[in-house]
């Protein structure tokens, strides 16, 4: 929690307060309201989606990227992913969320495997990556944004998804 209090960025949504119900065994958090949910149901539900739209989201999610990678030391995010990306359709303002599983880059490389396996660079399972992970994730975005589809929706599985990923030659 201490890190979402400390991010104040135009792409990242606004956190407000936390508490944990101990009665309910709940952690609730409270954070700014996208009317439209995430981009991945955003363009579920349209299905057309303009390319001009693509291009000022894709602008707005980098500039969110780059907001926590030139922080000292860098955050990398680490489930960056349309479900995970909030607009606001109206205005077109699109937000990075669920930061979760992002982590302070204490050291070179991180070392945990971590994240959506549809949307994890290769490197992260080698358990030896940096902030580039979340280009690749990025990049993973553009292709469900304009295809509508989940990368590699073709496997079955998570096993699958890492053969196809590890076996492509750069």
């Given at each position: 929690m201490h890190l979402l209090k400390t991010l104040k960025h135009g792409n990242i949504v606004r956190f407000y307060n936390s508490w944990i119900d101990d009665k309910k065994k709940?952690?609730?958090?409270?954070?700014?309201?996208?009317?439209?949910g995430s981009l991945r149901q955003y363009c579920k539900?349209?299905?057309?989606?303009?390319?001009?739209?693509?291009?000022?989201w894709a602008r707005q999610i980098l500039n969110g990227?780059?907001?926590l990678h030139n922080h000292d030391p860098p955050i990398i995010?680490?489930?960056?992913?349309?479900?995970?990306?909030f607009i606001n359709g109206n205005q077109g303002e699109v937000k990075i969320?669920?930061?979760?599983?992002?982590?302070?880059?204490?050291?070179?490389?991180?070392?945990?495997?971590?994240?959506?396996?549809?949307?994890?660079?290769?490197?992260?399972y080698d358990e030896s990556y940096n902030e580039l992970a979340d280009?690749?994730?990025f990049g993973m975005c553009m292709?469900?944004?304009?295809?509508f589809e989940y990368p590699y929706?073709?496997?079955?599985?998570?096993a699958q998804i890492y053969k196809k990923v590890s076996s492509i030659q750069m």
């Open positions: 709940t952690v609730n958090i409270i954070t700014e309201l996208f009317s439209s539900k349209h299905r057309k989606v303009d390319v001009k739209a693509v291009k000022g990227l780059n907001y995010h680490r489930d960056l992913k349309c479900d995970n990306i969320g669920d930061l979760g599983l992002a982590t302070v880059m204490e050291q070179a490389n991180a070392k945990s495997v971590i994240g959506t396996p549809e949307f994890m660079a290769p490197e992260l280009i690749y994730s292709l469900e944004m304009v295809t929706s073709e496997c079955r599985n998570s």
